[in-house]
Antibody
Framework: QVHLVQSPPEMRGPGASVKLSCKTS????????VTWVRQAPGQGLEWMGW????????NYAQKFQGKVTMTTDPSTTTAFLDLRGLTSDDTAVYFC??????????????WGQGTLVIVSS | QSALTQAASVSGSPGQSITISCTGT?????????VSWYQQHPGKAPKLLIY???NRPSGISNRFSGSKSGSTASLTISGLLAEDEADYYC??????????FGGGTELTVL
């Protein structure tokens, strides 16, 4: 059974950085990409980017270029999301999810439980 | 990339059918058959209902169906159940090799 388990909630001050993890199990990690989506309190879903299956190449939404780094560690079947220069606008729940097939097809079949990041002074 | 346009809310009575629309442009919905729909209950992760406009993943009820005309995609839920009360999001691949979500539609089952 496919599982994506995300790291616990985080609190940071403005300007800080945070690294979130997404531990996967139940499937062959390198055969599937991972995408990251965030949701600010009371708001909708916002796509941040994806990281490719075979080569780990990332593709970020323009808004997040220079702000985030998405990586994977096949040895631990874990995906990571690095966020820097945090502001209060980055307060949100961050979800990781598994991509089935080519990323452009948008088939995301399994999700992590989400990690709440709070940015506050 | 602007978010796809969805109505903020829709409602229906049990047993009825409702349709949620999602409007984009020729650079996203209108240009590709890579539209997905997600259901999200409060405090939960989204759940994939439809991918590639019309396809249902295994385990998803056939009460959920998707379609597309031009730059507008639609999700129809037939035989409404109380458990269908949730937020619904569309998403599409775009010409910039990215994804974009709709703003979400809150479904109330009366």
């Amino acid at each position: 059974q496919v599982h994506l388990v995300q790291s616990p909630p985080e609190m940071r001050g403005p300007g800080a950085s945070v690294k979130l993890s997404c531990k996967t199990s139940g499937y062959t990690f390198i055969n599937y990409g991972v995408t990251w989506v965030r949701q600010a309190p009371g708001q909708g879903l916002e796509w941040m980017g994806w990281v490719g299956a075979h080569n780990g190449d990332p593709n970020y939404a323009q808004k997040f270029q220079g702000k985030v780094t998405m990586t994977t560690d096949p040895s631990t079947t874990t995906a990571f999301l690095d966020l820097r220069g945090l502001t209060s606008d980055d307060t949100a729940v961050y979800f990781c999810a598994r991509i089935v097939g080519p990323p452009n097809r948008g088939r995301v079949d399994s999700w992590g439980q989400g990690t709440l990041v709070i940015v506050s002074s | 990339q602007s978010a796809l346009t969805q109505a903020a809310s829709v409602s229906g009575s049990p047993g009825q059918s409702i349709t949620i629309s999602c409007t984009g442009t020729s650079s996203d919905i209108g240009g590709y058959d890579f539209v997905s729909w997600y259901q999200q209950h409060p405090g939960k992760a989204p759940k994939l209902l439809i991918y590639e406009v019309t396809n249902r993943p295994s385990g998803i009820s056939n009460r959920f169906s998707g379609s597309k005309s031009g730059s507008t995609a639609s999700l129809t839920i037939s035989g409404l159940l109380a458990e269908d009360e949730a937020d619904y999001y569309c998403s599409s691949y775009t010409s910039r090799n990215t994804w974009v979500f709709g703003g979400g539609t809150e479904l109330t089952v009366l």
